[in-house]
Structures are given as structure tokens and as C-alpha cells.
């Protein structure tokens, strides 16, 4: 017998490969003699740098970058030699994570910081970059980013602007004389499941910077400065792909990779399972189980279950889900490709208690499900 365990992290909790390695505990303890292949899995969000390089053997590294309102803060990447691949997550350096809820400031926050880690693959000899663009704190259309990388974004007095979104609306001049010329060697892969365009009601602004600390008021400001942003990019290469789907994502940094990087854009679950050999581990299985930390109507919004069902659905490989939480609306997952879901919790239990106890659940969930599998097989 075959089993697969492809699961996502469980944000505050569990890593996905620790998730994984408990939840193959406790298969082993009902079927022993089973063949089990681990399998860590992430959607573009935390935990995909660590996913891609337990699947890839690759090595995390580190670097001090400056954070989303300047502050130096110490940012993780990955990179694996072999293939000369770097992998970056951009919350790691411009995320909402970073700021406190006081801080947050859609205004001034700035990507300066992906763009140095950025330069920091280019530095390693990277041949290939994967972006992931989840959880950012910026709405600056990538700028920042890429003045990190040489581009100048000059007022009409030729002094290069001030950091963030709203500084944008005084841009006069785009100077890319000084861009890194090493881009245009690399490919570029972002991992993002939004397909907001840049700009108007359903963009980056608009959409995505209340919850970035904008308020009405500066939303509107915001759309039009990245609105003239737009203007002066497109006039200075000849292109624009404002309207482009996911053109909006992490603030316009969508916008930034497509103009500027020529990067392509897929589902971050697709990208990790695509880079993890996914699909290749589950042919021939007997059955594979995935899991998150709440699955609800929101799993059905590209997280890391559905992903992997449709890998498995395609070999024709039944799919079991373990969640901390069923959430209101989780059995809309049956449609798509899961054939059955547990909750971790044996009765009620607080956050941190689950928490806490989460690897111990992992292994007796994972047993039972294993010993129900076990004796159907001999009925």
C-alpha cells in the first residue's frame, strides 16, 4: 500500500513538513508495513519557501533588508543550488506580517526590501526566481522593488521620490538607465492567486488597501497614483498592462513583475506542486491525505487541499483532508475532488490547546482514519 501526505502548514502551529511527519506517525502505526511518502505542501503563502526546498533539498538563507516603512529587518529565502533557483517570499520582507496594526500605513509602505532579496538571488548566480506575493503591506506598484533593482522614479525637479504609494502621483520621469542588467537573464515565476487589475474598483487600492491601514480617502488617492504610475511606465517601455489579470496583487507588485521582470504568474499551489514533484509521487498510490489548519468555504479559494486533489484526482487517487477546524461551508470541498474531512479535536478545546497538542492529534487522527482504511480493505 501507497500513501501520499501532501499537507499545508497550520499557521501558529505546525510547519507542513511537521504536520506531515505526524500525521505519517501515526499511519505507520496502523499499517506498518505501508509505503509512506511525505510530501510538504504550501499555496504561496507562509511556509512556501520552506515547502519548495524540503521538496527541492534546497538551503535557507538570510539577509537584512529593509522592511515595509524602512525599518532593517531580517528576511529568509531560499535557494537551491542544483538548479540555481531562488525562491522568495515577499512577506518575508514587505509584509503585513511585519507591522502592528497601528503601523500600517498603505501610504508610505514600500517592496525597497523584495527588490534587495531579489538582487541577493541575482548576487547567487539565480537563474530562475520564484516570487510568491502573499501577505504584502505595500501598494506601491512594485517601485520600490525596483529601485532596489536601479530603476529611478523622479519628480519634476529630478529628485527620486519618496517611498510608498502615494509619491507615485508626483512621478515625472522614469529613469531606467540603471536597472539591474542581470534580469533579463532570469526567469521570473510568481506564485499568486489574485487577478485583480492595477487600477478602478476591483484594483489594488481599492480592494486590497483598507485592510493595508488606507483609509477611504487615501484609497482614492492611492488608485489615481498608480493610475499615473501606469502612465509613466507605459510611455517609457512602449507597454501597458495595468489591465492585466493580477496586475493588482500585493499592491501592484503583480503590475512591477509582468512590466518589468516579464514574469510569468500561476496559482501558488500549482507552483509548489509542480516544483515538489507532486504529481509524480502520487501515481500508483492507494490513497493520499492533505490538511490545513481550518478548512472552510475560503479553502475553495486556490489553498493548498484543492490543489492537491486535482493533482490526485488526475491519477485517479482518493484524497483525505485533516483540519484543526471544519469550518461553516467546508463540504462544498466534496465537489471538488476530497472525498472525506476530519477535524483534529477529539471535544471542545481552546486555539491554544489545539495548538499545543496538535502533533499528538495529527498522529491519533491519521491512525484512526489508517485503521478504518485497513479494515474496510479486509471486508
Not at 502505526?29 to 510530501?39: K, M, N
Amino acid at each position: 500500500m501507497k500513501i501520499v501526505i501532501a499537507p499545508d502548514s497550520f499557521k501558529d502551529s505546525l510547519s507542513a513538513e511537521a504536520v506531515a511527519v505526524a500525521i505519517a506517525e501515526g499511519v505507520a502505526e496502523a499499517l506498518p508495513d505501508a509505503l509512506v511518502l511525505c510530501c510538504p505542501m504550501a499555496d504561496g503563502g507562509e511556509g512556501t519557501v520552506e515547502a519548495i526546498l524540503v521538496g527541492l533539498q534546497g538551503v535557507l538563507k538570510q539577509a537584512q533588508v529593509n522592511g515595509p516603512l524602512g525599518v532593517p529587518v531580517t528576511a529568509r529565502w531560499g535557494w537551491v543550488p542544483d538548479v540555481r533557483m531562488a525562491v522568495i517570499e515577499m512577506a518575508e520582507a514587505s509584509g503585513l506580517q511585519l507591522l502592528g496594526l497601528a503601523q500600517r500605513d498603505a501610504t508610505r509602505s514600500c517592496s525597497y526590501g523584495t527588490g534587495q532579496l531579489i538582487l541577493q538571488a541575482l548576487d547567487a548566480g539565480a537563474r530562475k526566481v520564484v516570487l510568491t506575493i502573499g501577505g504584502s503591506a505595500t501598494n506601491d506598484g512594485g517601485a520600490g522593488m525596483l529601485s532596489a533593482l536601479g530603476a529611478r522614479w523622479l519628480g519634476a525637479d529630478g529628485v527620486p521620490l519618496a517611498p510608498g504609494g502615494l509619491a507615485l502621483a508626483d512621478l515625472a520621469t522614469v529613469d531606467l538607465s540603471q536597472l539591474d542588467p542581470r534580469l533579463e537573464q532570469v526567469q521570473f515565476e510568481v506564485a499568486a492567486d489574485v487577478d485583480n487589475p492595477l487600477c478602478g474598483p476591483h484594483g489594488a487600492s481599492h480592494v486590497f488597501g483598507p485592510q493595508k491601514g488606507a483609509s477611504a480617502q487615501q484609497v482614492a488617492a492611492l488608485d489615481s497614483a498608480l493610475g499615473h504610475f501606469a502612465d509613466g511606465c507605459a510611455q517609457a517601455l512602449g507597454r501597458d498592462m495595468r489591465h492585466e489579470p493580477g496586475a493588482g496583487a500585493a499592491g501592484g507588485m503583480g503590475f512591477a513583475a509582468k512590466m518589468f521582470l516579464g514574469a510569468s504568474f500561476r496559482p501558488g499551489v500549482d507552483v509548489v506542486a509542480e516544483l515538489v514533484g507532486l504529481a509524480d509521487k502520487v501515481q500508483g498510490a492507494d490513497w493520499v491525505i492533505t490538511g490545513e489548519g481550518r478548512c472552510d468555504q475560503q479553502t475553495l479559494r486556490g489553498k493548498t487541499p484543492i490543489g492537491v486533489a486535482r493533482v490526485a484526482q488526475r491519477a485517479g487517487v482518493p484524497v483525505v483532508l485533516l483540519a484543526g477546524t471544519l469550518g461553516e461551508g467546508y463540504e462544498a470541498i466534496y465537489q471538488h475532488g476530497i472525498a472525506a474531512a476530519f477535524a483534529l479535536a477529539p471535544g471542545p478545546i481552546s486555539l491554544a490547546e489545539a495548538c499545543e497538542q496538535a502533533p499528538r492529534l495529527l498522529r491519533e487522527r491519521a491512525r484512526d482514519i489508517a485503521r478504518l482504511w485497513a479494515a474496510a480493505r479486509q471486508g
